[in-house]
C-alpha cells in the first residue's frame, strides 16, 4: 500500500483508535491533519484541551498524546503499513507534536500488530483488584515493553509502595485546599442526573468507581466531595501492585516518549488479562512529586504511577467523533 492509494477512509480509522487512548481527565487534547498527497499524518496538541491547573507544564497534555501516537503505531502496524514517526518535528511550532508517514518501507512490526485488539478492550478500572502478587514474568514483559520505547517500568518494594500511598493522601489534600483544582477536576467530572450521558470526553459517573474504604488508595477519586446518589464504597487492596514508569529527563520528547511507553504497557497488560488505572496525583505538585521516585534506582523523573492487577474491567470512557479531531488537507 502506499501514499497514493492510502484513502481517508483507513486514515479515518487510525485515528479513531488513536484517539482510543487514555489521558488526563480524558480531556483527549489531541488533534490530526492528514496530508493524502505525501501520505503523512500530523498530530498536534490541542492546548483548548489543557488543564492549566492540574497540569501547568502540560506534561500530562504530552502523556496522553503520546498514548494516541502509540495506539496510532499499533493500528497502523494491525493494517499492514510501517510508519515512520518523527518527533516534534518544528521547534517554531511546540504544539506539533509527532509526523507520521504512514507508509514506510519495509515489513509492518509484527509485536505492534499484535497489541491492535487491546486498543478498544483497554479502560481504566477505578475498581477494587484481588489482593494477589503479579508474577515476576508478567512484571519482567511489562518492563520489556516499557523499555522498548525509551522509558524505565520499576515495581518498587512493599515500603516505598506504601510511602507512594502516603503521597497520594498527601497530593489529595492539597487538592482540597486548592479550589481552582477541584473546579477543574469537577468540570472533566460528570456527576450530574444523567452522569455525564451524552458527553464526548470526560470521566462518566459510572467510572469513577466505588468511594474508598481505604484511607490511601491510588485512584483518583472524581467525585471530589460532591455527592453522587447510589455510589456505594468498597475496601481496596491493602497491598496493591504498583508500577512507576519513567525517563531520565523531563522534556517535551520525554513526555512523549512516556505516553508511548505507557500505553505500550497498558496493552500489553490488557492483552495478557489485566485491568489497569493509572494516577499523577502526587506528581502534579512539585513539591512531592521528586520523593514518589524510589532513591536507589536510576529513574530520575517519575511521569506515572500504574496501578496493575486482577479485577473488574472498568466501563468504555465516551469518546470524541472522528470528525472533530481530524482534518483533510
Known amino acids: 500500500m502506499t501514499a497514493q492509494t492510502l484513502d481517508v477512509n483507513t486514515v479515518t480509522g487510525l485515528v479513531a483508535d488513536a484517539a482510543a ?38 506534561r ?3 502523556v496522553g498524546c503520546g498514548a494516541a501516537l502509540f495506539n496510532l503505531r499499533v493500528a497502523a502496524a494491525a493494517a499492514g503499513l510501517a510508519p515512520v514517526v518523527r518527533l516534534l518535528p518544528d521547534p517554531e511550532c511546540p504544539e506539533f507534536l509527532a509526523e507520521v508517514r504512514l507508509c514506510g518501507t519495509g515489513p509492518p512490526d509484527a509485536a505492534l500488530a499484535r497489541l491492535g485488539p487491546a486498543i478498544r478492550r483497554r ?21 520489556e515493553d516499557a523499555l522498548a520505547e525509551g522509558a524505565e517500568l520499576l515495581f518498587p518494594g512493599v515500603w516505598h509502595v506504601q510511602s507512594i500511598l502516603q503521597l497520594v493522601r498527601d497530593a489529595e489534600g492539597r487538592e482540597a485546599l486548592a479550589p481552582d ?6 468540570r472533566w467530572a460528570h456527576t450530574g442526573s444523567a452522569g455525564g450521558a451524552g458527553a464526548a470526553d470526560g470521566i462518566a459517573a459510572e467510572a469513577f468507581g466505588p468511594r474508598q474504604g481505604r484511607p490511601s488508595v491510588p485512584v483518583r ?3 471530589v466531595g460532591r455527592p453522587l446518589p447510589g455510589r456505594g464504597w468498597a475496601l481496596f487492596e491493602k497491598e496493591p501492585n504498583i508500577a512507576l514508569l519513567g525517563t531520565a529527563h523531563d522534556g517535551p520528547e520525554d513526555w512523549l516518549s512516556a505516553g508511548q511507553a505507557l500505553e505500550r504497557v497498558l496493552l500489553r497488560a490488557t492483552a495478557d488479562g489485566l485491568v489497569a488505572s493509572v494516577t499523577s496525583q502526587p506528581l502534579e505538585w512539585p513539591e512531592i512529586r521528586w520523593a514518589v521516585r524510589d532513591p536507589v534506582s536510576a ?24 470528525a472533530e479531531l481530524l482534518d483533510v488537507l
Do not use: C, K
Not at 32 to 46: N, S
Not at 126 to 133: L, Q, Y
Open 21 to 58: 487512548a487514555p489521558s488526563l481527565h480524558n480531556a483527549q487534547p489531541w488533534a490530526f491533519r492528514y496530508l493524502p498527497d505525501v501520505g503523512v499524518l500530523r498530530l498536534y496538541a490541542d492546548l483548548e484541551r489543557a488543564l492549566p491547573r492540574t497540569d501547568p507544564d502540560n
Open 60 to 62: 500530562g497534555l504530552h
Open 123 to 143: 479502560h481504566s478500572s477505578r475498581f477494587p483488584f484481588r489482593e494477589e502478587t503479579l508474577p515476576t514474568t508478567v512484571r519482567e514483559t511489562l518492563r
Open 181 to 186: 483544582v477541584r473546579e477543574e477536576t469537577a
Open 221 to 223: 477519586d472524581f467525585a
Open 299 to 322: 529513574m530520575a523523573h517519575v511521569q506515572m504511577v500504574i496501578r496493575l492487577g486482577h479485577g473488574p474491567e472498568g466501563p468504555a470512557s465516551p469518546r470524541r467523533p472522528v
